[in-house]
């Protein structure tokens, strides 16, 4: 569609009419008519048509297209994923309005994790924008283009709280804090779902992985999950409860098994909690095959049982696997499974078909068939701008010693690393369609800033590992990373002589993008050896060295944090990532990023997160006691705390003034702070509310976010910035699992980050 790009991207979504005024509310997109219309189609379908009702197929080498054509025709499958253009989609949706038997229309869905063509940056980095009006661009744009492919569903957002960065997930997410990732996952329910995921340009969104599946144990992915039920409310459900309260219409189900009971066979989780305290009443999908492991997680003796315990534990629709089409129906004529049972997930399946809007139009995303693209990949389909602009926003000022950043569009610059040319990994994991050969990669955005002003140099100077094993896992299902065939010696060399002819060096180092992925947990999160060997050289030349990180977790970088003059955490900033990072590096964009996960010292310090609860026993660096909670070979604090980021400007924030020494039951206080710009460029920066029940019933974290707001302050500008705090802030789940807001005590605290701020105190009566 051309003419998106004559007006502004809102403009264009503004002017879009709501889908079911286009076809004349034919089926009323209410919660009443949808349930009668739904109860009147189950009357009228066979048991094998509600249970075809209950697949969900994938579209890969073992489900070629041509064999799911006949699935579709025969009523054996409800919806289809991992096909995204519209041809193939609109094949497939003919097969089932012309020659099924109740024309029954398929919901297709994919993983648009952080934008569809248009690749964003990671949803790690995302948070690290504090960005609310950027994370709705991306799900506005994200939407638009997933529904101009002919999609309904998104397997997003991904809103599972961690503090462990071995998982390989963390890309996915975003980061440790409750707070922060139940804001970013509320708005990208609300921007992708628009005002109904009937709209031409929304698609409804299934939050995942219900639940807790980022704390896994030790960081491996798959694997179990044992908390108490106070943190697991506490810390980890809310994110999922907001994204749902935002309305959200799916809910992807964990891999994880909690306290001992998988997600997939956990009715307390599914039907206890979801259904009947959240009222849930949208779709739960099992993750990729999770039916099928039930048996090895040990809680299903055969394929019948693990069928017969996940439909009765609440699991509506069975991705990516045969089983409830194949044991259902003998299950129904046992007994086993009753039809309740069934008309239940089937109703459900339903339900959303009805709230996408597909009773009305099955083609509504997809158009007539002349107005498919002629090229899927079309250079007009992207939306550089606000990609561009996100990116920007996203990056994290770690350190810059004696002003080395920003860069002068001058002089000679050698750009050097494994990742400085990588358009694949800028993009990062779970790149939906996005097409490599589009993204900008940091070399391509360093010679469209400087281009006649400066000259570029650049060497390789190192694979992104040595190690024969890990490249071959990295390359395990696609040529992702590629192995320079001279020797490591040979690519030090280069790059070192490349260095000095410089006038600075900007080295490009972390993590391709298959190191921070599914499946790619990692026991060591260090910067790999082959390009510490590189930093290490390059900072013996003597030259100003910038470096520019590309990873998509935290990382262990005491020694490389020394050995830079400038630090730059970029993450995998997407398609247009390399023109952002060039804006950043000289200046054209002031950096206000901050972290939304600490970073370790040393592996051996995880999990470590800013919201920890105190000890009996707490250290005190500035009075060190041996028997106190500390090691005695490293200091207890992260590297880089959560919240951190610094700016080319400077910012002092004043003492925190309330509006009351004392909140009244059920009232509130405002907490205040000036912000002022003290420095000589304007810039933006994120100023954050964290409180802390000094006395409870049981021990509370030492801070929790409350609230955050970006601002931005000219040179010499202040601004007041205001917090309401009122009794939903000061709430925990006390020990007998009851919401609770104690009088006694409270701390406020207003900062930059987590670690510097200005404190005050209140009295809740």
Not at 589 to 607: D, E, T
């Amino acid at each position: 569609m051309k003419w998106i790009c004559s007006v502004s991207f809102a403009v264009a979504l503004a002017l879009q009419p709501a889908f079911a005024d286009d076809n004349h509310g034919q089926h009323p997109l209410t919660p009443e008519a949808r349930d009668a219309f739904v109860s009147n189609l189950l009357q009228k379908m066979t048991l094998d048509e509600k249970i075809g009702q209950l697949r969900l197929i994938s579209v890969g080498p073992d489900n070629p297209k041509e064999a799911i054509r006949e699935m579709i025709k025969q009523e054996q499958v409800g919806a289809i994923f991992n096909t995204v253009t519209r041809h193939d989609i609109r094949a497939m949706q003919d097969q089932a309005m012309q020659l099924s038997r109740l024309k029954i229309p398929l919901f297709f869905a994919y993983d648009v994790v952080h934008g569809q063509r248009t690749v964003f940056p990671i949803p790690l980095a995302l948070a690290a924008s504090w960005d609310l009006d950027a994370i709705a661009t991306v799900g506005r744009v994200s939407a638009y283009e997933a529904a101009d492919d002919g999609l309904n569903m998104t397997w997003a957002p991904m809103v599972d709280v961690t503090r462990e960065p071995r998982w390989g997930r963390v890309s996915e997410g975003f980061g440790e804090d409750t707070w922060l990732t139940s804001e970013m996952g509320r708005m990208l329910v609300e921007s992708m779902q628009g005002k109904s995921p009937a709209d031409r340009y929304s698609v409804m969104t299934s939050v995942k992985h219900f639940a807790a599946y980022g704390a896994v144990e030790g960081g491996r992915d798959y694997n179990t999950v044992d908390m108490s039920p106070q943190r697991l409310a506490q810390d980890y459900l809310p994110p999922y409860k907001a994204a749902l309260d935002a309305g959200s219409g799916g809910v992807m189900v964990s891999l994880n098994s909690i306290n001992g009971v998988p997600a997939t066979s956990n009715s307390w989780l599914l039907k206890d909690l979801l259904r009947d305290d959240w009222k849930f009443k949208g779709i739960t999908i099992s993750d990729h095959g999770a039916i099928k492991e039930l048996m090895k997680h040990g809680v299903a003796s055969d394929p019948q049982d693990a069928v017969r315990v996940a439909i009765q534990s609440g699991v509506n629709m069975s991705m990516s696997d045969e089983y409830y089409s194949k044991y259902l129906p003998n299950l129904v004529k046992s007994g086993a499974v009753s039809m309740a049972d069934i008309d239940d997930a089937t109703r459900h399946v339903l339900n959303v078909k009805y709230d996408m809007g597909l009773f009305n139009d099955p083609y509504s995303h997809l158009g007539p068939a002349e107005s498919d693209p002629k090229d899927t990949n079309a250079e007009s389909r992207l939306h550089r701008p606000e990609a561009r602009d996100v990116a920007r926003k996203s990056i994290v000022l770690l350190k810059n010693r004696n002003d080395t950043l920003p860069l002068k569009k001058a002089g000679t610059i050698a750009l050097i690393g494994p990742l400085a040319d990588s358009q694949r990994d800028i993009m990062g994991s779970w790149s939906a369609a996005g097409v490599a050969s589009q993204s900008v990669t940091v070399m391509q955005g360093i010679k469209n800033a400087t281009a006649g002003k400066a000259t570029l140099l650049y060497a390789k100077g190192a694979n992104v590992s040595d190690n024969k094993g890990i490249q071959d896992f990295l390359n395990l299902y696609e040529k992702a990373v590629t192995v320079d065939a001279r020797t490591p010696q040979q690519l030090l060399d280069e790059a070192v002589e490349t260095a000095k002819k410089a006038d600075v060096v900007v080295a490009v180092v972390g993590e391709a993008q298959g190191m921070a992925h599914e499946a790619s947990s990692r026991s060591d999160i260090t910067i790999p050896p082959s390009q510490q060997a590189l930093i290490s050289a390059l900072k013996a030349t003597g030259k100003p060295l910038v470096l520019v990180l590309m990873n998509g977790r935290p990382l262990a970088i005491v020694k490389e944090s020394r050995e830079a003059d400038a630090l730059l955490e970029t993450w995998f900033s997407g398609t247009e990532g390399g023109n952002a990072i060039a804006d950043v590096l000289f200046g054209d964009y002031n950096p206000s990023g901050k972290l939304p996960m600490s970073f370790p010292r040393s592996v051996g310090q995880i999990p470590i997160y800013y919201n920890h609860l105190n000890t009996g026993r707490p250290y005190d660096p500035a009075r060190p006691n041996k028997y106190t909670s500390h090691y005695y070979d490293a200091e207890n604090g992260p590297l880089y705390p959560f919240g951190y980021g610094l700016s080319y400007t400077s910012f002092t924030v004043s003492p925190v003034t309330l509006s009351a020494k004392t909140m009244p039951r059920n009232g509130q206080v405002s907490a205040s702070v000036t912000v002022t710009n003290t420095g000589k460029l304007d810039g933006a920066t994120v100023v954050q509310l964290y409180l802390r029940d000094q006395v409870a019933s049981v021990s509370r974290p030492v801070k929790e976010l409350k609230g955050f707001k970006r601002i931005m302050l000219k040179a010499g500008e202040s601004q007041t910035v205001t917090f309401p705090v009122d009794v939903k802030a000061l709430k925990f789940w006390n020990a007998k699992m009851q919401q609770v807001a104690e009088p006694g005590k409270f701390s406020v605290m207003i900062g930059l980050d987590s670690v510097h701020t200005s404190d005050a105190e209140f009295n809740y009566l």
